[in-house]
């Protein structure tokens, strides 16, 4: 298990929209509860899961950047740790976590140059994330009630007894 008290989970759903556009989806987590999350669509049709991936995990990065930041001045956050990055795609998390690697990205290479600067800097870690625990999900795709409930209550910090919630789904 992940101590989710800095992370960020990123995920995006392949050309999901009528337009063939990917959405992108992310949450951050600080303090055992998300401080950002969200979801919107690509501005542009990716060519493969992975560039899909990638696409996602650039905007998040960026966003992080800002987030992070603004952790450090609260005192929630080491400047000297890397904030674990979790990621479901395995050939996103080889081309992101491999600075130089370049090969099948020669499309969005100055993106990837960024995230690399990033890894390399140790801003960013990037970790495989199995599906089963992606909590960006919640934001890309259409889940089964019991994952909803799951990841929503760990996303808002819920306890297991919500005033909201049915006994039916």
Not at 54 to 72: D, F, M, P, S, Y
Not at 79 to 108: N, Q, Y
Not at 112 to 122: E, N, T
């Amino acid at each position: 298990d992940v101590d989710p008290n800095h992370c960020v989970y990123y995920d995006s759903s392949f050309q999901s929209t009528f337009d063939y556009r990917s959405v992108s989806g992310h949450v951050v987590m600080a303090a055992n509860a998300a401080v950002d999350f969200g979801s919107f669509t690509q501005p542009v049709v990716a060519a493969s899961t992975m560039e899909a991936e990638v696409l996602a995990t650039t905007r998040g990065t960026n966003q992080l950047v800002h987030i992070k930041t603004l952790l450090e001045e609260f005192g929630m956050a080491n400047p000297l740790e890397p904030t674990l990055s979790f990621e479901d795609d395995k050939a996103a998390l080889i081309i992101l976590s491999t600075p130089g690697r370049r090969k099948g990205a020669k499309h969005f290479e100055r993106e990837l140059a960024r995230k690399h600067q990033f890894k390399q800097y140790g801003f960013v870690e990037y970790i495989y994330c199995p599906s089963s625990k992606m909590l960006a999900d919640m934001f890309t795709k259409p889940l089964d009630y019991p994952t909803f409930i799951k990841f929503r209550r760990i996303i808002f910090n819920e306890p297991e007894e919500n005033f909201l919630e049915s006994s039916d789904p």
